[in-house]
């Protein structure tokens, strides 16, 4: 059974940082393409970022640009996002996932929370005004 473990959230006033960690167990992690989403209260759960098995292709939305930024540890078996100039509206529980791309190109980048397999507990990220 895959794990993915995260860690790293918290509170903090806007325009500060945290950084979240993810560390993954029991897969091949190189294999294995992964996402940071985030979900708040009454909303859908959305992407905010990705990296490909290999790191070399990462996508991130419009309303994290410049600020979120995704990176991968494939000999440490973990994924990180770095969060700067928070914002109250990034207040939202953020989940780790993790999706097999073994057979894929190493630039192939599922962007979709249905693509992703594997689902970490999730860590509470709260920024006040």
């Known amino acids: 059974q895959v794990q993915l473990v995260e860690s790293g959230g918290g509170l903090v006033q806007a325009g500060g940082s945290l950084r979240l960690s993810c560390a993954a167990s029991?897969?091949?992690?190189?294999?294995?393409?992964m996402g940071w989403f985030r979900q708040a209260p009454g909303k859908e759960r959305e992407l905010v970022s990705a990296i490909s098995k290999g790191g070399s292709n990462i996508y991130s939305p419009d309303f994290v640009k410049g600020r979120f930024t995704i990176s991968r540890d494939n000999a440490n078996n973990a994924v990180y996002l770095q969060m700067n100039s928070l914002k109250p509206e990034d207040t939202a529980v953020y989940y780790c996932?993790?999706?097999?791309?073994?057979?894929?190109?190493?630039?192939?980048?599922?962007?979709?929370?249905?693509?992703?397999?594997?689902w970490g507990q999730g860590t509470q990220v709260t920024v006040s005004s």
């Open positions: 996932a993790a999706t097999p791309t073994t057979y894929s190109s190493g630039s192939y980048l599922p962007i979709r929370s249905d693509d992703y397999v594997h």
């Open positions: 029991r897969l091949t992690f190189s294999d294995y393409a």
